[in-house]
T-cell receptor, first 112, second 111 residues
Framework: DVKVTQSSRYLVKRTGEKVFLECVQD?????MFWYRQDPGLGLRLIYF???????EKGDIPEGYSVSREKKERFSLILESASTNQTSMYLC???????????FGSGTRLTVV | LAKTTQPISMDSYEGQEVNITCSHN???????ITWYQQFPSQGPRFIIQ???TKVTNEVASLFIPADRKSSTLSLPRVSLSDTAVYYC????????????FGSGTRLQVQP
């Protein structure tokens, strides 16, 4: 069964900390994505990557950065966590349009 | 990217057919229409995708009229386990453009 695995299900961090959210996929997908989901706002795209070492800003990249050193791993970095970054973070991957996106189970991050 | 409009919520009863319509007036020639399902505390799950006319799989059917300005997701004989949020997306998806999710339609299935 193909999978997108997010390293943590729940995470609590302090304001100002540097936070790393890790995502690994085992499907040899070219494309990987980071979304955040907040009540009433749906899923919003933060960053995505269509190849190793390549990245593109999504709709809300401010306060975030990403790293894709290997094809299977896409990391989301919160440079200096703030309380307004408390959210559910969802990672996804896709090979092509025909397959759709496969999502991980999400990481619920709380910044205190 | 084409914007989509879908109802915020819908209610149904077990055994009924549910049709969720999505409007996408500005859909581009190369855009596909994709539907996802999301249960609480889980990531969205791909349900079905189409470009025109009708697509059917083991889970749902997708009806797309000739002008492609709307689409309808049809869930036959829903059960309680179909209670979820359903998202309609339009776009080229992977590659240089990523899909944008709206707020979705919250479907509540009652016994």
């Amino acid at each position: 069964d193909v999978k997108v695995t997010q390293s943590s299900r729940y995470l609590v961090k302090r304001t100002g900390e540097k936070v790393f959210l890790e995502c690994v996929q085992d499907m040899d997908h070219e494309n990987m994505f980071w979304y955040r989901q907040d009540p009433g706002l749906g899923l919003r795209l933060i960053y995505f990557s269509y190849d190793v070492k390549m990245k593109e800003k999504g709709d809300i990249p401010e306060g975030y950065s990403v790293s894709r050193e290997k094809k299977e791993r896409f990391s989301l970095i919160l440079e200096s966590a703030s309380t307004n970054q408390t959210s559910m973070y969802l990672c996804a991957s896709s090979f092509g349009l025909e397959d759709g996106y496969t999502f991980g189970s999400g990481t619920r991050l709380t910044v205190v | 990217l084409a914007k989509t409009t879908q109802p915020i919520s819908m209610d149904s009863y077990e055994g009924q057919e549910v049709n969720i319509t999505c409007s996408h007036n500005n859909i581009a020639t190369n855009d596909y229409i994709t539907w996802y399902q999301q249960f609480p505390s889980q990531g969205p799950r791909f349900i079905i995708q189409g470009y025109k006319t009708k697509v059917t799989n083991e889970v749902a059917s997708l009806f797309i009229p000739a002008d492609r300005k709307s689409s309808t997701l049809s869930l036959p004989r829903v059960s309680l386990s179909d209670t979820a949020v359903y998202y309609c997306l339009v776009g080229e998806g992977a590659g240089r453009r990523a899909l944008t999710f709206g707020s979705g339609t919250r479907l509540q299935v009652q016994p």
